[in-house]
């Protein structure tokens, strides 16, 4: 029997969980007292927690829904990196079940080391902590389905735009390196944004947001900078996609959802932000599809 294992990164229950969260995140080193209020802060203005794990745990159901719609027999698990369930706990209910087969699926589409490739660690690492003999296959990337860009064209539909806007595509920024120039992912966010534009008719462009504080170089453009430029060249109307997510999370509810729509009305810009996709029927067909095609491999 197949098994799906869905990952994604995590998320702290409450502002009491924050500090264990991003101590986890950062390998048992504790974030300092500045970090930390920063930290709480970006999480009380969204809340005290994002909704990451509901969704997830909701799209695992409805994937679960459709694969026994279609009479196939696979079962339908998910996985946080840093929160709990955690992966291994995953891997420990595929193995009670007798799994022979698990096909891992971030829940992010766009292929880069450090994201797709960190899960697929992660996976093989709690695999063999656990015991697990099953066969282990990963889905590096499933940013050319269909239902990702119809369920993107659903949500954009829902804010009523036409071609006088202009369209601000972003992704999680990433490190840049000698072990991934991330090319990639950078191809695969502009085959993905041009999927859902092509719908509107609208100019667009892509940027990158959510850059760590640390040294180094990371991938751009930054959308604040993006945005300013935008402004300098005229643009009256954007709207703003988080296209590199899926799921509603701190980077898209709060950096996107609050500095970067707030960085447009200080600039004078009319702005709009469709809601996420989340569990939309278009990401369920979507990972269905991901799913099918690499069973068939």
């Known amino acids: ?34 970090q930390l209020e920063k930290l709480k802060k970006r999480y009380a203005a969204i809340g005290g927690s994002s909704p990451l794990l509901d ?3 909701s799209q695992a159901k409805k994937l679960q829904n459709l694969i026994d719609n279609k009479m196939e027999k696979a079962k339908v698990y998910f996985g946080m990196k840093y929160s709990e369930p955690h992966i291994i706990d995953a891997i420990k209910k595929a193995k009670e079940d007798s799994i022979s087969r698990l096909f891992c699926i971030p ?11 960190s899960y697929f660690d992660r996976v093989k690492a709690a695999a063999k902590e656990c015991g697990y003999s099953g066969e282990i296959k990963f889905v590096n990337s499933w940013h050319d389905e269909m239902g990702l860009a119809d369920a993107w064209a659903e949500k954009l539909k829902e804010i009523e735009i036409d071609k006088s806007w202009t369209m601000l595509f972003t992704a999680h920024s990433l490190p840049l390196s000698d ?6 992912y950078r191809r695969e966010l502009i085959y993905a944004s041009n999927s859902v534009e092509k719908r ?9 947001q959510s850059a760590a504080d640390v040294p180094g170089k990371w991938i751009g453009p930054d959308a604040a900078w993006q945005i300013n ?14 296209i590199g997510f899926v799921s ?10 609050i500095e970067y729509v707030g960085l447009c009305k200080d600039l004078g810009i009319e702005v709009k932000m469709p809601k996420m996709p989340n569990d939309a029927d278009g990401i ?5 599809s991901a799913y099918v095609k690499a069973a068939k491999k």
Do not use: H
């Open 1 to 34: 029997m197949d098994g799906i294992l869905l990952v994604a990164y995590g998320t702290p229950k409450d502002l009491d969980d924050v500090e264990r969260y991003y101590t986890e995140i950062l390998r048992g080193a504790r974030p300092s007292a500045a």
């Open 55 to 57: 969704i997830t745990n």
């Open 107 to 117: 829940v992010a589409p766009f292929y880069s080391y450090i994201g797709q490739g």
């Open 179 to 184: 072990a991934d120039d991330l090319s990639v």
């Open 200 to 208: 509107f008719g609208c100019k667009w462009s892509l940027s990158f």
């Open 229 to 242: 430029g935008l402004a300098k060249n005229g643009v009256k109307k954007l709207v703003i996609i988080p």
């Open 248 to 257: 509603d999370n701190l980077e898209t509810m709060y950096d996107a959802g």
């Open 284 to 288: 369920i067909t979507a990972l269905y």
